[in-house]
């Protein structure tokens, strides 16, 4: 049934419209038809500019994740819908909100692409906004981890659901539940929460079982979640099926749409079939008793074929000007060029923290540098990358060596920058000019240049290459902050002889593993490296901290600060037995360190050691300064919001432990704080 609105929630939905058309007409797509305004419209309460930008972020979204075109009736959807990983609850909360449950035990990211998921996701919350209960009073979405593992946690599949839901669907999100988190997935929670918005994160509530009857009654909840709800998937996937075969550009994106409406619909690939008038968001035998479905469907079309005609109309009175003005504005919808050049953190003037007073520390001094404005991360971390890997540029007007087709396979990640200006070169082999490429960038340390050099994790192709950096930079320690295989994906390639007293030969370099030593969050091998053409040989020290998640950060400040502190007791150690040998800096030559792109994990650690040493040398903190120098010199150093935050508690706990601070309020930072709505 169609909603009914009042003359001036009426008046915005027509001025909506013909913004919305305006833009859809540039892609050769139809327009927009009037209940899937009014979707919108609802859930951003009739503000025609709100519900403007979540058109934009929605078709944004469904464009770039491959959420346009697909068919639920064949694989590899067809099984991802057959799972039952994510449904959509034939009952409601006390106020009426739809209620959605993803299982995390269900999910296999190593089988599932992010892609099926979320296409499994969007299909069924498309069929569940057809209720008009469901656009009016939102949803509730619980992320059941009962007897999931660390092998079900996608981190990068888990904040696309939460960008989908929160700012980019047609549907008021009302709650985010969390059931049953397992410890290693509360402690980073505790960060990442920061980086939601205030409002929203007053929505997220992290609890156990018996807690969840607070929010829902247990009549509405399924077996598996301590209610007595009997959940029958297979009627509601039939229902969907039934209910998304009468599609007709509902919820579509902007991209060009064929002229048959029979062939895609809402995106989804059908053949024509005959019209069902189904049109809840849940099961068929929920309709309401009496409610006469085809009366109500004729009225909805006569609503919609009046409201088309109209919009037919305007279109044909667009003119050229129009159209060119039209063209531009989605041009800056797509990608604004201008916020590649803006700087990633919000803070215009983040406050610089001197730790040499206890007094000059203040909860509202941690909240400025770590509280990063959700939205514009978003934005501009989204874009940058998005428009990189659509267009081949870097963020500056120049083409760097890292494109060059003979670089292109020494390269792991295509859209991971390696600078010209810092870039480490190796010396030519065969006088090829081309052969000094290795995708590495030097970091300046504080008061110390070229203290670190940044780099992507090997690829068997570069481990000669990896190595002749590591000799012609006279390194001493190679610091690995990943594991070659991690969540069943290769990270790094195994460069060096895994096991004790064995060889292995990259190019001129025979490296020699003389021993093991093992601790509980990282591994530390002795190496020893020959080089075949002189016979001359060097000791390296190859640490790899073995307990950081992909796109995460530790659990534990405490273990990551021990980590750097042996890092650079070795150093030293090692420089000493140099001697005189050494004519460089006193803290000795580069410090090798990679993750996997050699810019998340990576960038963490060597911000932490800059910080550490500044901290030590003046007392004062100032993260935001040295990851701004960093990633000028090494591209997107410190890739996700809470590696960000991660430095700052981790120096503050350095602070505290050194007894530069008495003492600092983190109540902010405690998960288990209440909320409440």
Not at 33 to 47: L, Q, S
Not at 62 to 87: A, M, Q
Not at 565 to 576: F, G, I, P
Request: aromatic share 8%; glycine share 6%; proline share 5%.
């Amino acid at each position: 049934m169609a909603a009914t609105l009042t003359p001036v929630e009426e008046q915005a939905v027509k001025e909506f419209i013909t913004t919305v058309n305006d833009l859809r007409l540039i892609h050769n797509a139809g327009p927009l038809p009037w209940n899937t305004a009014v979707k919108f419209m609802m859930a951003r309460k009739f503000d025609v500019h709100r519900s403007l930008a979540l058109y934009k972020a929605h078709e944004m979204i469904r464009n770039r994740e491959g959420l346009v075109s697909f068919d639920p009736t064949r694989d590899p959807l067809k099984s991802e819908l057959d799972t039952g990983k994510f449904t959509v609850l034939p009952t409601r909360d006390n106020t009426g909100a739809a209620i959605v449950v993803f299982t995390a035990s269900k999910h296999f990211p190593e089988i599932t692409t992010h892609q099926t998921t979320l296409q499994g996701m969007v299909y069924q919350l498309d069929v569940a906004l057809d209720s008009l209960e469901t656009q009016r009073c939102g949803m509730v979405f619980i992320y059941d981890m009962t007897n999931s593992k660390y092998a079900n946690f996608d981190y990068e599949l888990s904040q696309k659901i939460l960008n989908l839901l929160k700012g980019a669907y047609p549907a008021r999100l009302k709650k985010v539940l969390i059931v049953s988190a397992p410890m290693w997935f509360r402690a980073p929670f505790g960060i990442l929460r920061l980086f939601v918005r205030e409002k929203l994160r007053d929505r997220i509530h992290v609890l156990g079982p018996s807690q969840l009857v607070l929010h829902i009654t247990s009549s509405s909840l399924p077996r598996e979640l301590g209610g007595s709800l009997f959940i029958n998937h297979k009627t509601w996937l039939l229902h969907c099926l039934k209910s998304m075969t009468n599609r007709y550009g509902d919820l579509c994106d902007l991209a060009s749409l064929p002229s048959s409406p029979s062939s895609v619909q809402n995106g989804v690939i059908f053949h024509p079939v005959e019209r069902s008038h189904v049109q809840n968001g849940v099961t068929p035998n929920l309709l309401s008793e009496g409610e006469n479905t085809d009366e109500s469907s004729e009225q909805q079309h006569s609503v919609h074929e009046k409201h088309n005609s109209e919009d037919r109309e305007k279109e044909v009175e667009v003119t050229k000007e129009k159209r060119r003005q039209i063209s531009d504005l989605a041009a800056y919808f797509h990608c604004d060029q201008r916020c590649l050049l803006v700087p990633w953190f919000s803070a215009r003037h983040t406050p610089r923290i001197n730790l040499s007073s206890p007094s000059a520390v203040h909860v509202e001094q941690i909240h400025q540098v770590t509280h990063l404005r959700h939205h514009r991360y978003e934005l501009i971390h989204r874009e940058r990358k998005e428009w990189l890997h659509q267009r081949g540029l870097s963020p500056h007007p120049k083409r760097y060596l890292l494109w060059l087709k003979s670089n292109q396979p020494k390269n792991r990640y295509s859209d991971v920058l390696c600078y010209d200006h810092s870039r480490v070169k190796i010396s030519c082999l065969d006088g090829d000019p081309a052969s000094d490429y290795v995708n590495a960038n030097y970091i300046d340390g504080y008061k110390q240049k070229n203290a670190f050099i940044s780099t992507q994790g090997p690829l068997p192709k570069t481990f000669s290459d990896f190595w002749q950096m590591i000799w012609e930079q006279e390194v001493l320690v190679i610091v690995m902050t990943t594991r070659t295989i991690e969540r069943s994906r290769p990270k790094c390639g195994q460069y060096w002889p895994k096991e004790e007293e064995t060889s292995e030969d990259y190019g001129p370099f025979r490296v020699h593993n003389n021993g093991i030593d093992q601790y509980q969050d990282y591994t530390v091998t002795s190496l020893v490296i020959t080089h075949s053409r002189t016979g001359l040989c060097r000791e390296v020290s190859h640490m790899q901290y073995t307990s950081w998640p992909d796109y995460g950060v530790p659990l534990s400040a405490l273990e990551i600060l021990t980590f750097r502190d042996k890092v650079r007791e070795q150093q030293a150690q090692s420089l000493m037995s140099l001697g005189s040998h050494w004519h460089g800096h006193s803290l000795g030559p580069p410090i090798v360190v990679h993750c996997s792109a050699g810019i998340g994990r990576t960038g963490t650690f060597i911000t932490l050691d800059i910080s550490i040493q500044r901290l030590e040398a003046t007392g004062q903190i100032d993260i935001r300064g040295t990851v701004e120098k960093i990633r000028s010199q090494r591209a997107y150093s410190i890739q996700m919001p809470d590696q960000y935050v991660f430095c700052h508690l981790a120096l503050l706990e350095y602070a505290l432990g050194r007894g530069l601070l008495q003492d600092v309020d983190l109540t902010g930072f405690d998960e288990t704080d209440s909320e409440s709505e």
